[in-house]
């Protein structure tokens, strides 16, 4: 046994270590305490990349519903309004009592499917709604084709064909059943821009208008860390149906 211990203890010497059991145990530590502090730091760095990552992909998520949403609601916007065209459409209030239908134009019931395709986001982010006349596909996107002036602007132009509806506004309209808000009568200017009833679908093909639809949404970041507000802008165009055409 005697013989064995000194091999032992001759083996340890060779190779550089240390027979002693306490200083083995020091040595332990010591390498211990070093991967923890290395783990610190590297936690310290890695940490606050991570949180970004996260609440990016927050923000981006519901950045990215509002932007669905608000299309959404421009395209059943839209084609009501191709449907419609400049024919008032009777807005059924009650299905047994016919005196109460009333007529409504295409403007209303744009609005009103915007309204109802926005539910998810608060009235008071959608800033504008413009209904504009543009033209075939060849000239530019939707979101091109809308003119700067009722984009930028808060009156409805009759030079440019458009009609500019604060959201909030015409949402409230749409609420009390304020029809004549979306018609040209005396005082307001919000519907005489491109009068419902002037928008041509037909008789003749080449006759038919083509009736744009733009919305814009504000869009505010929960985080902060990318920024306070986006603004969001939906477009798109469709042909009006066509009424009684002629070959």
Avoid at 1 to 7: T, Y
Wanted: with cysteine; proline share 6%.
């Amino acid at each position: 046994m005697w013989k064995i211990g000194v091999h032992n203890r001759i083996r340890a010497r060779n190779r550089g270590g240390s027979t002693d059991p306490t200083r083995q145990h020091g040595a332990k530590s010591e390498r211990g305490r070093g991967d923890r502090g290395v783990a610190a730091i590297e936690g310290a760095f890695v940490l606050p990349v991570l949180l970004v990552f996260i609440f990016g992909l927050f923000d981006g998520g519901l950045l990215f519903r509002s932007y669905l949403t608000a299309g959404d609601a421009v395209g059943d916007a839209t084609r009501i309004g191709a449907i419609v065209g400049p024919d008032p459409y009777v807005l059924v209030n009650d299905p047994g009592n016919p005196a109460d239908d009333v007529n409504v134009t295409g403007d209303y019931m744009i609005v009103k499917a915007i309204r109802e395709g926005t539910a998810s986001i608060d009235p008071q982010l959608i800033e504008k709604i413009v209904v504009f006349k543009a033209g075939p596909p060849g000239r530019g996107t939707p979101l091109r084709q809308v003119p700067n002036s009722c984009r930028n602007g808060w009156s409805s132009s009759s030079f440019w064909k458009c009609n500019v509806y604060p959201g909030q506004q015409a949402f409230q309209a749409v609420q009390t059943g304020n029809i004549a808000y979306f018609r040209c009568d005396v005082g307001n200017e919000r519907a005489c821009g491109w009068r419902p009833q002037d928008r041509n679908d037909g008789p003749q093909l080449s006759q038919i208008d083509y009736l744009g639809v733009y919305l814009r949404v504000r869009h505010n970041l929960l985080t902060g860390l990318f920024g306070e507000v986006r603004t969001l802008e939906r477009a798109m165009i469709l042909r009006l149906e066509p009424g009684e055409v002629q070959s």
